[in-house]
Nanobody
């Protein structure tokens, strides 16, 4: 069982920045593929960014060039730097860990971008 705890959300004006963190329990964090998803009110949860255990990254088209996912295996933590935020980025952001066929989710952190 893996526990994920997100932090770093908040209220920011359009054009501003936030950095989300996701701290994971367990001793094999480096083996997990880690991702960020978001869910806006009334919408389905959507993929935002992924970083594999090997360090490869992938992003949704809507955030390419603005968001950066990274990981620190020594701290069991994955980050998401979000720049040039837009009102449409407003959502609850969830951290996801995946290894083999097991998937784990955090509780989410709210990001609100005002216009």
């Amino acid at each position: 069982q893996v526990q994920l705890v997100e932090s770093g959300g908040g209220l920011v004006q359009a054009g501003g920045s936030l950095r989300l963190s996701c701290a994971a329990s367990g001793s094999i964090f480096s083996m997990y593929n880690m991702g960020w998803y978001h869910q806006a009110p009334g919408k389905q949860r959507e993929f935002v960014a992924l970083i594999t255990s090997a360090g490869s990254t992938n992003y949704a088209d809507s955030v390419k060039g603005r968001f950066t996912i990274s990981r620190d295996n020594a701290k069991n933590t994955v980050y998401q730097q979000m720049n040039s935020l837009k009102p449409e980025d407003t959502a609850v952001y969830y951290c996801r860990a995946m290894i083999l066929h097991s998937v784990y989710w955090g509780q989410g952190t709210q990001v609100t971008v005002s216009s």
